[in-house]
């Protein structure tokens, strides 16, 4: 719902597509979900490096460190988590247009969340990453130890525990991370990328 009234949009002279020229490759986003403690910010660090030494112009968002600024008056309600993913989405697109590969790893619990951000790019623009791993899994690494505090009562509302999370149901990919190593992880969706032609 649009507060504003009497806008009008300006487009730029330079274009996406004049951007992603000049860059030598596409932009888009890849959108990593999963459970906390799955390992979306251990393997977007990791492919964000990978893809740096070969030149391509990309950035993070990340869930935790969007909360410290532009989303710091959110918590974690369903209708505090939409409106975060929502917003995430539209930072994300903007990059988009900028030319940039842009990674982003958000909980985003929420299939209806996920698909509106895909709905808000072009078809190829939008890579749905699933990091896939058992919640007994999560919950064992507990590397933040949240899961200890979310079983003993001290946070309420933790994805997974007392909160839902819906699967992707037809991901651009998935990543096992109980199988997959890190390194694995990271190559998978670098050949993905050159195999879709989004990298030369
Ligand atoms: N209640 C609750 N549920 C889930 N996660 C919680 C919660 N409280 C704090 N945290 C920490 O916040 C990180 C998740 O933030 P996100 O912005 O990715 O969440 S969401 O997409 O809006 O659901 C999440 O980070 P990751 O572990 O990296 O996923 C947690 O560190
Ligand atoms: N194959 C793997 N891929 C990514 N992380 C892994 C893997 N195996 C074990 N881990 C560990 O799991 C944890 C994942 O934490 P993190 O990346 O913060 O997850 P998330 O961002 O999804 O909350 C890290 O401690 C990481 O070292």
Redesign the pocket.
């Known amino acids: 719902m649009s507060k504003s009234t009497n806008i009008s949009w300006h487009d730029s002279i330079i274009t996406k597509t004049e951007r992603q020229t000049k860059n030598k490759h596409k932009s888009a986003i890849l959108w990593f ?6 390992g ?2 251990t393997i977007t660090v990791e492919l964000e490096r990978k893809l740096y030494q070969l030149g391509i112009y990309t950035y993070r968002l ?3 460190n ?2 410290h600024g532009l ?1 710091k008056n ?3 309600s369903p209708e ?3 409106e ?2 929502r917003r ?1 989405g539209e930072v994300a697109k903007l990059f988009v247009n900028a030319g940039v590969l842009t990674l982003t ?6 299939r209806e ?1 996920r698909n509106q951000v895909r709905a808000l790019v072009a078809e190829r623009e939008f890579i749905e990453v699933y990091v896939r791993c058992s919640l007994e899994a999560c919950e064992h690494r507990d ?2 130890g ?1 899961y200890q505090k ?1 079983r003993s009562g001290e ?7 007392d ?1 839902p999370y819906e699967e992707p149901i037809n991901p651009e990919l998935t990543i096992d991370t109980e199988e997959q190593s890190l390194d694995e992880a990271v190559q998978q969706v670098i050949n993905y990328l050159l195999e879709n032609e989004y990298l030369n």
């Open positions: 979900t999963g459970l906390s403690g799955s979306k910010s990340d869930g935790d969007i909360r989303n959110l918590g974690f505090d988590r939409t975060n993913i995430i790893a958000f909980i985003s619990p929420y969340d590397p933040k949240l979310a946070i309420t509302g933790f994805t997974g525990i909160a």
